[in-house]
């Protein structure tokens, strides 16, 4: 008997308005017109309770504790796991914008520990892949709708980019680091290039944890 294939997990990382919601929006649409059964999501998933509490925290209507909020994201992804696993195992590829990358970034870019941080992310999916979209955030700066949220600010964004490439550093082997100041159709051509490489040899893998 051949190896029984799943869905692949495919992470998309990086600065806000980096470019992420559109490629993973193509990649989908790319791999979905291959024939292969995939699906989008992103974190925070502000449709539950606790996306609510997240949702009212980003949008500057409720303060919450830096070590509250934190563990929130991180509850967030953990609602979501048994649905995800779920549909992984039925041969559903999942392409997600934001994971436990940008719950490690964005707190340590507040002054909190790295390890600490990223102790309640353990035991989650591992990804298959991360395509870490880097940006210069003052470019960023440039593009629509900056500033409206609560991390929206070029020098918060500057020390978020910091963290990731911190991140970047220890997971390099399944990270891939992108330029995200290439045309979108450049950015959307390389993924393409390293997700039709990876998808056959990642889906006949055991599922992992982080
Ligand atoms: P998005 O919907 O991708 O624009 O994300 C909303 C904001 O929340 C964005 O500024 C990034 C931030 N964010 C996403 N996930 C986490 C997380 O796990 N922890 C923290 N502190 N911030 C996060
Ligand atoms: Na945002
Ligand atoms: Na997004």
């Known amino acids: 008997m051949g190896p029984i294939k799943r869905g692949a997990l495919i992470v998309f990382e990086g600065c806000d308005r980096s470019g992420k919601s559109t490629q993973s929006r193509r990649l989908a649409e790319l791999l979905k017109s291959r024939g292969i059964p995939t699906e989008s999501l992103?974190?925070?998933?502000?449709?539950?309770?606790?996306?609510?509490?997240?949702?009212?925290?980003?949008?500057?209507?409720?303060?919450?504790?830096?070590?509250?909020?934190?563990?929130?994201?991180?509850?967030?992804?953990?609602?979501?796991?048994?649905?995800?696993?779920?549909?992984?195992?039925?041969?559903?590829?999942?392409?997600?914008?934001?994971?436990?990358?940008?719950?490690?970034?964005?707190?340590?870019?507040?002054?909190m520990d790295f390890d600490w941080c990223y102790a309640p992310e353990r035991g989650l999916i591992k990804p298959d892949a991360v395509f870490y979209l880097r940006a210069v955030p003052d470019r960023l700066a440039e593009r629509s709708e900056f500033g409206e949220e609560r991390y929206e600010k070029v020098e918060f964004q500057s020390r978020v980019s910091a963290v990731y490439d911190r991140i970047f550093s220890n997971e390099s082997t399944y990270w891939h680091q992108l330029d995200a100041s290439v045309t979108a159709d450049e950015l959307h051509f390389l993924i393409a290039e390293i997700a039709e490489k990876l998808l056959p040899k990642v889906t006949t893998q055991p599922l992992d944890k982080l």
């Open 42 to 111: 992103n974190f925070p998933d502000r449709s539950t309770d606790i996306g609510q509490v997240i949702n009212s925290y980003l949008t500057n209507s409720k303060d919450l504790q830096d070590e509250v909020i934190h563990l929130l994201f991180s509850v967030n992804r953990w609602e979501l796991m048994g649905k995800l696993r779920q549909k992984l195992l039925a041969g559903t590829t999942l392409i997600v914008d934001r994971y436990s990358y940008s719950g490690v970034a964005y707190s340590v870019a507040k002054g």
